[in-house]
């Protein structure tokens, strides 16, 4: 399979580091095999090689700063627009990893759209397109007979999506309740420790958790924008971002939340969406409540069917590697789907 791969942060180098790790398991379990025909970053260079770009070399340059220090080679194309990487390149799926822009969704909407035009399947971790665009990304997809798939938009490699879309298909979901953000999860738990809110900031930051912008977490507006995701992709809902109720952790003080553990209560910030709407709201939760319970970065949901009642999904819900595996997952089920 070949892949062109937009964004290389944190998400963009967890997948190269898993493809690394898994190549032999993934050739000898799934005769899968990728080679990564571009990389474009938005401030580090782009590089395109449609014979391949050697997986070392990459991940060294990226860790001196810049895909510039990539070696010499015959066939390295450096420094195209991405424009031209998408139409240039011969990727089978493009896989848009770059920041979330919450306010437009671009560029990342366009080179999705411009990716199908090329006949390329579309994975995104990049919720912006998603949230923003869902409908014109699912039109182009269905256009171009692509797949559109954005796994790691909702709780990281936990298949939040799959398992609501696939495994639970010709159930009716009326709901889906739970905790989508991870960086404000693992804040929460460590200001029950004790910890300032500005060093778990810090913290949630050297590790990778929080959105470029980190008011969109302590806002709720990623939990939000994933709540959106839901309603679109699994409710075909005509929901966006404003049309929710939304707050975030940033309205408690060090005192709330100590005040909630005395009384044997602990905060959650709750998303909660149905066909007709939903919220994002830091809730207080008896420690009896099974959200209670789920600490650190960790993220839960819970899907309402009515076949078979609430059907809840707990695991990792941010990190390098935990979003890097959702592109893995995601062009793993295009192959599966027959499609590559
Ligand atoms: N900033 C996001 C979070 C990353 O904390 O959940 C994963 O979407």
């Known amino acids: 399979m070949k892949i062109a791969l937009i964004g290389f942060g944190t998400v963009g180098q967890g997948f190269i580091e898993i493809l ?3 190549h032999a398991l993934l050739a000898a379990v799934y005769g899968f095999s990728a080679q990564i025909v571009a990389v474009a970053t938005h401030s580090r260079g782009t590089l395109m090689d449609p014979h391949g770009l050697d997986l070392d070399a990459l991940m060294d340059a990226i860790s001196q700063g810049h895909l510039g220090n990539y070696p010499k080679a015959d066939g390295v194309v450096r420094d195209l627009p991405v424009e031209k990487i ?7 799926v493009l896989l848009e990893a770059s920041w979330t822009n919450l306010k437009t969704g671009q560029p990342a909407t366009d080179y999705c759209l411009r990716a199908f035009q090329n006949g390329q399947h579309v994975v995104l971790a990049n919720k912006g397109p998603v949230a923003l665009h869902y409908q014109q990304l699912a039109d182009a997809a269905r256009a171009a007979k692509k797949s559109l798939r954005f796994e790691g938009t909702v709780m990281a490699g936990t298949p939040s999506l799959t398992l609501a879309k696939e495994a639970l298909a010709g159930c009716t979901i009326s709901a889906a309740k739970g905790i989508l953000n991870g ?7 460590e200001m029950e420790r004790g910890i300032d809110y500005e060093d778990v900031m810090d913290d949630a930051k050297a590790k990778g958790y929080l959105e470029a912008d980190p008011t969109a977490d302590v806002g709720g507006w990623d939990a939000a924008s994933k709540a959106v995701i839901l309603a679109r992709s699994l409710f075909g809902a005509d929901i966006g971002i ?9 309205v408690l003080s060090a005192d709330d939340i100590a005040a909630a553990q005395a009384a044997g209560e602990r905060y959650k910030l709750i998303a909660e969406v149905t066909p007709q709407g939903g919220s994002v709201k830091a809730v207080r939760l008896p420690l009896a409540d099974p959200l209670a319970g789920v600490g650190g970065t960790t993220n839960a949901i819970t899907f309402e069917t009515d076949l078979l009642g ?10 390098r590697r935990e979003t890097g595996f959702a592109l893995l997952a995601d062009v793993l089920a295009i192959r599966r789907q027959g499609f590559l």
Do not use: F
Not at 183 to 189: H, P
């Open 310 to 319: 609430p059907v809840t999904l707990v695991g990792a819900g941010a990190g």
């Open 20 to 22: 690394k790790e898994k």
């Open 86 to 92: 998408i139409d240039q390149c011969g990727a089978d």
């Open 242 to 250: 404003n049309d929710l109720d939304v707050s975030g952790i940033d």
């Open 183 to 189: 960086s404000t999860n693992y804040m929460l738990t």
